[in-house]
């Protein structure tokens, strides 16, 4: 190619000026893409700002060029088009949003809609992008989504067209040129990053579902293509799978988790042996992204356990309210029966040429449902990835091309049911969590570690339902209450109030909940084995982790606030509540200190009551209508109770 020096003179023709054109477009790539990378760090984008300078340089010598035939006015606007793109995409480098918004916009307004130049429409779909990307940035998402669906429409026209692949953008300033299969892979992966944006888009929209699909169909696509950062796609694929968490779809959540791992596994901390190999991957990137992949799948066995739960409590009220209607059913009056058979003989001969009638009716529209659903499931299984974009059913949506199943069998895909089934999540979730936490450790991620362990918590939590045995229940709890007190001991308060009125409050909870199991035990035994003391033990620790709760929502003075934060309201007025509680579960030791007890469950239950009536505004909604409602009535008990107990001691 010749030099700038010869190409200084004004061009004779196209071809000239083409030349010209290429060889300062060339120049201005070098200094942008290689010499930038020398720049002082005082001056970060100092080789940028010039390369940019030489780029606008290039297209005021491209825009004073004359066309004389359509065909060149095609290629020129073409070529000023593609600088303008080049000069947005070094705004966005050296942080010029504006910038890069006005020039992405002036390719955009050159082209207008001539998709089918073998140029233009690879240039037109790369412009969206990364316009839609800007205003995203900016935060204008619905302007981002106006472009980006428009690309999908280009896309879809493109190939509708039945034209060859397109050309490159890039390829009007090179000398050498792509095949055909070349072009098609490039133009392909401007249409995947339109997708990958929309996911993007969808999620910050609100619009979950087509998040999701978006972003499974994303990763597919870069499957198929080969082109993808192994530790970024497994990374987008675990993180996939916390939505079809949130709609129960376990299924799909075990299986992207799966993906994720297994592309995951194939990269090793040293590169030699690695199916991925690239030098950028350094040992620390590698062993992080795996522990969050192991998080993916710890809140995964958390919630499907959780879930478990629900579905067990869910089925025991649904048998116990068959239960009561069956009885129901079993009293109604057989006179009624009786008459209402005869009833229902004398139209029986009057239907009978209907029902005939019907029959054949319903055999006919039931053939064509038949035939009408084999369609469906033949035109399911025709669909590609890149039919989906649309996919309402995207449970249907699985990963190809990834051997995925020896990490599916890790863990059940379904709600557990029995004792067994649960203990299966439990044991993986907490290999996870060991797994975790070798690298998310207490001393490097504090925040990280404790939301891990407090996870492991949550799995004993659940695990306990499934546990008939009210023993085993209780050292489950005791595990968590050594995992939690484990982790709040060491804590500065200072720097981690929040975090230790979490584990406060949890604390609590599970001391309380031990305090229920112990009891429920105890009054099955001999009086002579009843360990009241125990239990009172129990009861004074579940109320002083409460009270060490409701002292952290003190001010740096020691103030108590007259009004709570909305994120800690419901926790202080149950804790007053549960405080009350567990004082009215002590076994004292006199008549005295019954009483005592007893006057202090009525001031704790005032207290959850005085914050929740003078509060009524903000504690709607909080889901607390029942707690108070039972507040209320013990207050009203607890008077006359007190007075009892006095009378029966004069």
């Known amino acids: 190619m010749p030099s700038l020096d010869e190409l200084a003179k004004t061009p004779q023709n196209i071809n000239e000026w083409f030349l010209s054109i290429c060889a300062h477009v060339a120049e201005s790539r070098r200094v942008i893409e290689e010499l930038s990378k020398e720049d002082p760090p005082t001056e970060p984008f100092k080789s940028k700002y010039a390369g940019r300078n030489m780029l606008k340089s290039a297209l005021q010598r491209a825009q004073s060029f004359q066309p004389s035939t359509d065909q060149e006015t095609s290629r020129i606007r073409c070529a000023q088009a593609t600088i303008f793109l080049y000069i947005g995409q070094v705004s966005v480098d050296v942080e010029e949003p504006k910038e890069a918004e006005k020039n992405f916009q002036s390719c955009l307004d050159i082209l207008g809609l001539e998709t089918t130049n073998k140029y233009n429409i690879s240039l037109l779909l790369h412009a969206h992008n990364l316009l839609a990307a800007v205003w995203s940035g900016r935060g204008d998402h619905d302007k981002a989504y ?51 944006y929309l996911a993007q888009v969808f999620g910050v929209r609100g619009d979950n579902k087509q998040a999701a699909a978006h972003c499974h169909i994303t990763l597919q696509r870069q499957l198929e293509a080969e082109d993808f950062d192994p530790l970024d796609w497994s990374l987008n694929c675990a993180t996939l799978s916390q939505y079809y968490v949130t709609m129960n779809n376990y299924q799909s959540a075990r299986h992207t988790l799966a993906c994720a791992s297994s592309v995951i596994s194939n ?50 009220l649904s048998e116990k309210v068959s239960k009561i209607t069956e009885m129901k059913n079993n009293f109604e009056d057989e006179e009624d029966k009786e008459d209402s058979d005869k009833k229902d003989e004398g139209k029986e001969e009057d239907k009978k040429e209907e029902e005939k009638v019907e029959d054949l009716e ?8 038949t035939q009408k659903e084999d369609e469906e499931d033949e035109q399911k299984k025709r669909k590609t990835f890149s039919d989906l974009v649309d996919v309402e059913d995207i449970e249907l949506l699985r990963i190809t091309n990834v051997e995925s199943g020896q990490y599916e069998e890790l863990v059940p895909g379904e709600l557990c049911k029995t004792y067994e089934d649960a203990r299966k999540v439990f044991k993986a979730g907490s290999k996870f969590v060991e797994n975790a936490i070798k690298y998310y450790t207490f001393d490097g991620f504090v925040t990280d570690y404790v939301e891990i362990k407090q996870d492991l918590s949550g799995l004993y939590k659940n695990l306990a339902v499934f546990d008939k045995d009210e023993s085993r229940k209780c050292k489950m709890h005791k595990r968590r209450v050594d995992t939690l007190t484990e982790l709040v001991t060491p804590l500065n308060i200072q720097h981690f109030r929040q975090i230790c009125r979490q584990l406060r409050f949890e604390l609590g909870e599970v001391k309380n909940t031990m305090v229920s199991l112990k009891y429920s035990i105890a009054v099955e035994l001999p009086q002579e084995q009843q360990n009241w003391k125990k239990i009172n033990n129990l009861c004074f620790g579940a109320i002083q982790e409460f009270e060490n709760f409701c002292d952290l929502l003190r001010d740096p003075n020691d103030k108590f606030p007259d009004t709570l934060s909305d994120e800690t309201v419901r926790p202080y007025v149950i804790s007053q509540i549960y405080i009350a509680r567990l004082y009215g579960k002590f076994r004292p030791m006199d ?60």
Not at 362 to 369: I, S, T
């Open 591 to 650: 008549t005295s200190q019954k009483l005592s007890f007893l006057a202090k469950a009525e001031t704790h239950f005032k207290k959850a009551l005085d914050y929740y009536d003078s509060h009524l505004k903000q504690c709607s909604g909080m889901d607390l209508k029942e707690e108070v409602d039972v507040a209320r009535e013990m207050l009203h008990f607890l008077p006359r109770k007190m007075e009892k107990i006095r009378q029966a001691a004069a």
């Open 362 to 369: 319903a055999g006919e529209k039931k053939e064509e449902e």
């Open 267 to 316: 990269v090793q901390e040293s590169s030699e042996n690695s199916t991925y190999s690239d030098e950028s991957y350094d040992n620390e990137k590698i062993v992080k992204t795996r522990a969050d992949i192991e998080r993916c799948w710890i809140k995964f066995c958390v919630n499907l356990l959780k879930d478990s739960v629900s579905d067990l409590e869910a089925s025991d």
């Open 146 to 196: 106006q472009l980006l669906e428009k690309a999908k429409e280009l896309h879809a026209g493109y190939l509708h067209s039945k034209l060859p692949a397109p050309k490159s953008y890039d390829e009007i300033f090179m000398d050498e040129k792509f095949s055909s299969e070349e072009r098609n892979v490039m133009f392909e992966k401007l249409y995947t990053n339109t997708l990958f």
